[in-house]
């Protein structure tokens, strides 16, 4: 019996007889009618489509510049051609960041420029300094105040690779922390080795953070090769560097987060909630972050919407193509902010946000009544390679915030072997998108909201009560 049959078979043993009365389960149409999407799915191209087209007609969408509102119109006439149901738009407010020059230049005698990026967030400015290197985080951290004073501090960290990206959560907080720990020590500028595992000359860009009350300094990563040119002259003796950074914050900016529904057969005011996110950073043209998850749902709503009328699920399926996820989470914010009176009616929600690369896991965390449904699910999904793993969570970015108040949500992890040689570097176009693992991945979403939507039973959705003393 394959593993799969093996674990729904508990999953039944699972849901009842304590729970049988209201077990979670799905009906034999659906499975079959799942099956016909799943291969429907394999051979449509829809999913393609629309990343070449987002990514080509508009490109970059550094949240907040022209190019979002580009997208935002885009995405709601892609919605509208790809007949959804209904279409509609929800402001998202917040700070506009803006790019314009950087430089990164060794002084002295081994004079050179190196490859560097700003940070996102990261104030404009020019700064000189001797270079201190640390091996990491903790080590920046330790530092003493005052001990770094008119240097720059250098956080010299590689990422590992790995094919769920689990090396990224290190190097990430290098990014976002380590410019607060290098104005504590005394630092007038910051930079590190990019959070990234490729050794092409293309620096990693990213969101930092600055700790309230400090006065942010120049913030910028490296490449990879001159991460590693930088080390190899701090290896002969002090090196002095220049940082010259034109980029900063600029007003307030009103995007949009841009929803597209399909409509449910008997239950239209419960959803479940698919999607990706619009922006993204603006040097590659953001093909696999983030380009591919809204192609991946995008498409995914569509084919559940091209089934007969009497075919549909019983719930309506929400494609949300989020607004500026990269700066903070502030379409998904505003999304559970609006939503936080309606938890139970999220039936259950995911969020395509780790490139294009083949599903091979499928996983969510839901009451014991809900589990038998969860196997049947995994049961679809499982000729398309995809593995269910009963101890994992899943969920997604955007869909954090609604899942903290209480929505449940489910995981389809992709294989992130390399989607870090290209994160957030102006290496991420198109043609590191492999169609046909695109095609799974839509066929994997596809099977996942149409069988979630129609399942007979919920998979416990429900508010989080307050937390104590609030």
């Given at each position: 019996m394959r593993r799969t049959a093996l674990l729904l078979a508990l999953a039944v043993a699972l849901s009842g007889p304590l729970h049988a009365q209201h077990a979670t389960k799905i009906g034999n149409a659906a499975m079959t009618t799942a099956g016909k999407l799943r291969e429907q799915a394999l051979q449509a191209d829809t999913g393609w489509k629309v990343v070449e087209s987002l990514t080509t007609e508009v490109g970059p969408r550094l949240a907040g510049s022209e190019a979002d509102a580009r997208a935002v119109t885009w995405a709601i006439a892609k919605f509208k051609a790809l007949g959804y149901d209904k279409v509609w738009t929800q402001p998202v407010s917040f700070p506009r960041w803006e790019r314009r020059s950087e430089?990164?230049?060794?002084?002295?005698?081994?004079?050179?420029?190196?490859?560097?990026?700003?940070?996102?967030?990261?104030?404009?400015?020019?700064?000189?300094?001797?270079?201190?290197?640390?091996?990491?985080?903790?080590?920046?951290?330790?530092?003493?105040?005052?001990?770094?004073?008119?240097?720059?501090?250098?956080?010299?960290?590689?990422?590992?690779?790995?094919?769920?990206?689990?090396?990224?959560?290190?190097?990430?907080?290098?990014?976002?922390?380590?410019?607060?720990?290098?104005?504590?020590?005394?630092?007038?500028?910051?930079?590190?080795?990019?959070?990234?595992?490729?050794?092409?000359?293309?620096?990693?860009?990213?969101?930092?953070?600055?700790?309230?009350?400090?006065?942010?300094?120049?913030?910028?990563?490296?490449?990879?090769?001159?991460?590693?040119?930088?080390?190899?002259?701090?290896?002969?003796?002090?090196v002095r560097l220049r940082i010259a950074l034109d980029c900063g914050w600029n007003g307030e900016y009103t995007s949009q987060n841009v929803i597209g529904e399909i409509t449910g057969r008997s239950k239209p005011n419960e959803v479940v909630v698919i999607g990706g996110h619009l922006d993204s950073w603006d040097q590659g043209t953001g093909a696999i972050d983030d380009a591919a998850g809204v192609g991946i749902t995008m498409a995914a709503g569509h084919?559940?919407?091209?089934?007969?009328?009497?075919?549909?699920?019983?719930?309506?399926?929400?494609?949300?193509?989020?607004?500026?996820?990269?700066?903070?989470?502030?379409?998904?914010?505003?999304?559970?902010?609006?939503?936080?009176?309606?938890?139970?009616?999220?039936?259950?929600?995911?969020?395509?946000?780790?490139?294009?690369?083949?599903?091979?896991?499928?996983?969510?965390?839901?009451?014991?009544?809900?589990?038998?449904?969860?196997?049947?699910?995994?049961?679809?999904?499982?000729?398309?390679?995809?593995?269910?793993?009963?101890?994992?969570?899943?969920?997604?970015?955007?869909?954090?915030?609604?899942?903290?108040?209480?929505?449940a949500c489910a995981g389809l992890a992709q294989d992130g072997t390399d989607y870090f040689d290209y994160h957030h570097t102006p290496d991420d176009t198109l043609d590191k998108i492999d169609p046909q693992a695109l095609a799974q991945n839509v066929a994997a979403y596809a099977v996942f909201a149409y069988l979630s939507a129609d399942a007979q039973g919920d998979f416990g959705s429900a508010p989080k009560p307050a937390e104590a003393g609030k």
């Open positions: 430089s990164v230049h060794v002084l002295g005698g081994s004079s050179q420029s190196l490859h560097a990026t700003a940070l996102g967030g990261s104030p404009g400015g020019t700064v000189e300094g001797e270079i201190v290197r640390f091996a990491d985080l903790a080590s920046l951290e330790a530092a003493p105040a005052g001990s770094l004073a008119g240097k720059i501090a250098y956080v010299d960290h590689t990422m590992s690779r790995a094919r769920d990206g689990s090396g990224y959560g290190a190097a990430s907080r290098i990014r976002t922390r380590g410019p607060s720990a290098a104005i504590r020590a005394g630092a007038t500028g910051y930079i590190m080795r990019s959070a990234g595992t490729d050794l092409h000359r293309n620096p990693h860009t990213g969101i930092t953070r600055f700790d309230e009350g400090l006065a942010p300094i120049p913030a910028a990563s490296l490449s990879l090769p001159d991460a590693q040119q930088l080390t190899r002259l701090l290896d002969i003796g002090p084919l559940i919407g091209s089934l007969p009328k009497a075919q549909r699920p019983a719930r309506t399926i929400r494609v949300i193509a989020f607004a500026n996820e990269e700066q903070g989470l502030h379409g998904g914010v505003a999304y559970a902010k609006s939503q936080a009176g309606n938890i139970r009616n999220h039936q259950i929600g995911a969020e395509s946000d780790f490139g294009a690369g083949r599903i091979y896991a499928f996983q969510s965390k839901v009451p014991d009544y809900a589990k038998q449904a969860l196997g049947q699910i995994a049961m679809a999904l499982e000729p398309l390679g995809i593995e269910w793993r009963t101890d994992g969570e899943g969920c997604g970015p955007d869909v954090g915030p609604i899942a903290s108040l209480g929505m």
